[in-house]
Every structure is written in structure tokens, then in C-alpha cells.
T-cell receptor
């Protein structure tokens, strides 16, 4: 099956700093999503981004499907950005269905 | 508009017991997917239900089974619980083959 790797595994930032998280995948994908998992376990949708660039406030994401990677940018980080960031991919499948294969995650801690 | 809801929020069981977890999808969604997230890992796909049928299944043993009801809600059943089944169980709902939205999860501890 498809492999999804994220880097770095852990990241500590001072409030106000910028960061880039990376997601590499081993095969062509139909869809890619970024999620933020808060300390209580809730997965929050950030971006649905199979290709191209999207921005939402201080967050933006870029997926280069031909090179099989995606980047999540966090600018002017805040303590509320702390948590685990996951990318997840879907592979087109005959018979239908759209299971998500998650990456290994990046644990982010933003300190004052 | 309520999002995806799951019950119970926490559960403690003993090895060998059986457990049922429940999920109500977001309004307008007809597809429910279940994921298992062990501590320190990413969620792993268990199965997906649409039109009351299991449409796709991940690499989980037959001890894991599910059901979808006519109102699109779903149950996940796990038989003969093992210590390794301790995890956060996440339900996601969506329109068929569209973006999935996750519930808050059920934390299962098997002793």
C-alpha cells in the first residue's frame, strides 16, 4: 500500500515563529488532506488539497502531485497551534470508497 | 447543525469482552468510516459503510465488525478484546467519496 511520511516528527517553536511541515507520499493520490489533532483528540480539517496552493488565515498549503509531496506553512505561530498535524491521502480505487491513509504526524509545541 | 457525534466518550473493558461504539454522522452525510488510533500513531482505517453495506475494509481481523442503519448512523463492534485494542476510535462521516469530517472519538482501554 501507499506510504506516507511526515517531517519533522517533532517541532518546538517560540510564539510568533514560522514553520514548514512536509508530507511525502509514495504513489499517485486522488486527494490529500491536512488535519490538526488537538490535545483532546479531535481531528480538525485544515485543507483539502490534491494539488496547487490554498491559504486560510495564517495557514497555507501547497501540494506538488507530480513530485509526490505536500507542505503546510504556519506563520506567526500561536500557542493554540500546538498539537499534532497529520496529512492523509486517498488513492483512487476500483469499486469505490475513499479510505484515508494517514502519515506519521508532526507533533508541534508552541511556547511563549 | 451538529457535527459528527460519538458515544461513549470513554470506555474501560476487560480482555475477552465485547464492545459496541456508536456514531451519528453530520446532517446530510450518508457515509461513515471508522479509524483506530493507537497512542503516538496516526489513525488506521478499519472500514467504511455506505447504503448499509461495508464498501471498503482495512487490514483488521474479523473481530472488528460494523453496521450502518437506515438513518446513516453506525456501530463498530469488537469481539474478544485484546490489550492491543486499547486506542482512540474515530468515526468520520461524509457524502459518498467526498471529504471526511471526524467526530471527537471514543477512548477504549482494555485491561
Amino acid at each position: 500500500g501507499i506510504q506516507v511520511e511526515q517531517s519533522p516528527p517533532d517541532l518546538i517553536l517560540q510564539e510568533g515563529a514560522n514553520s514548514t511541515l512536509r508530507c511525502n507520499f509514495s504513489d499517485s493520490v486522488n486527494n490529500l488532506q491536512w488535519f490538526h489533532q488537538n490535545p483532546w483528540g479531535q481531528l480538525i480539517n485544515l485543507f483539502y488539497i490534491p494539488s496547487g496552493t490554498k491559504q486560510n488565515g495564517r495557514l497555507s498549503a501547497t501540494t506538488v502531485a507530480t513530485e509526490r509531496y505536500s507542505l503546510l506553512y504556519i506563520s506567526s505561530s500561536q500557542t493554540t497551534d500546538s498539537g499534532v498535524y497529520f496529512c492523509a491521502v486517498e488513492v483512487l480505487r476500483t469499486g469505490g470508497g475513499n479510505k484515508l491513509t494517514f502519515g506519521t504526524g508532526t507533533q508541534l509545541k508552541v511556547e511563549l | 447543525d451538529a457535527g459528527v457525534t460519538q458515544s461513549p466518550t470513554h470506555l474501560i473493558k476487560t480482555r475477552g469482552q465485547q464492545v459496541t461504539l456508536r456514531c451519528s454522522p453530520k446532517s446530510g452525510h450518508d457515509t461513515v468510516s471508522w479509524y483506530q488510533q493507537a497512542l503516538g500513531q496516526g489513525p488506521q482505517f478499519i472500514f467504511q459503510y455506505y447504503e448499509e453495506e461495508e464498501r471498503q475494509r482495512g487490514n483488521f481481523p474479523d473481530r472488528f465488525s460494523g453496521h450502518q442503519f437506515p438513518n446513516y448512523s453506525s456501530e463498530l463492534n469488537v469481539n474478544a478484546l485484546l490489550l492491543g485494542d486499547s486506542a482512540l476510535y474515530l468515526c468520520a462521516s461524509s457524502p459518498w467519496e467526498e471529504t471526511q469530517y471526524f467526530g471527537p472519538g471514543t477512548r477504549l482501554l482494555v485491561l
